[in-house]
């Protein structure tokens, strides 16, 4: 997760390329697609969906990756997650 809120993309495909899962949930029940999203990690949404994440996930308050792109004004990051709809 800590590679996801810092931005690096690099570190993010080194921690999948390492076998690290990429759905496991921390507080507030987000996955790191779902971090990324809300932070408008643009480059990092790719690679996730890249690497098949479930890009459905839901956090603790039944907000999708479009919810919480839209509530922060990531227009780029939406503009990648509705080419994945």
């Given at each position: 997760?800590?590679?996801?809120?810092?931005?690096?993309?690099?570190?993010?495909?080194?921690?999948?390329?390492?076998?690290?899962?990429?759905?496991?949930?921390?507080?507030?029940?987000?996955?790191?697609?779902?971090?990324?999203?809300?932070?408008?990690?643009?480059q990092?949404?790719?690679?996730?969906?890249?690497?098949?994440?479930n890009?459905?996930?839901?956090?603790n308050?039944?907000?999708?990756?479009?919810?919480?792109?839209?509530?922060?004004?990531?227009?780029?990051?939406?503009?990648?997650?509705?080419?994945?709809?």
């Open positions: 997760m800590c590679a996801v809120q810092g931005g690096s993309t690099q570190a993010v495909e080194l921690i999948i390329k390492g076998g690290h899962g990429i759905e496991h949930k921390e507080q507030p029940g987000y996955t790191p697609f779902l971090l990324a999203a809300s932070r408008g990690h643009t990092i949404v790719k690679v996730l969906i890249k690497h098949d994440c890009s459905n996930v839901r956090d308050n039944n907000n999708t990756a479009l919810h919480l792109t839209v509530s922060k004004g990531n227009i780029q990051c939406l503009s990648v997650l509705l080419e994945r709809s």
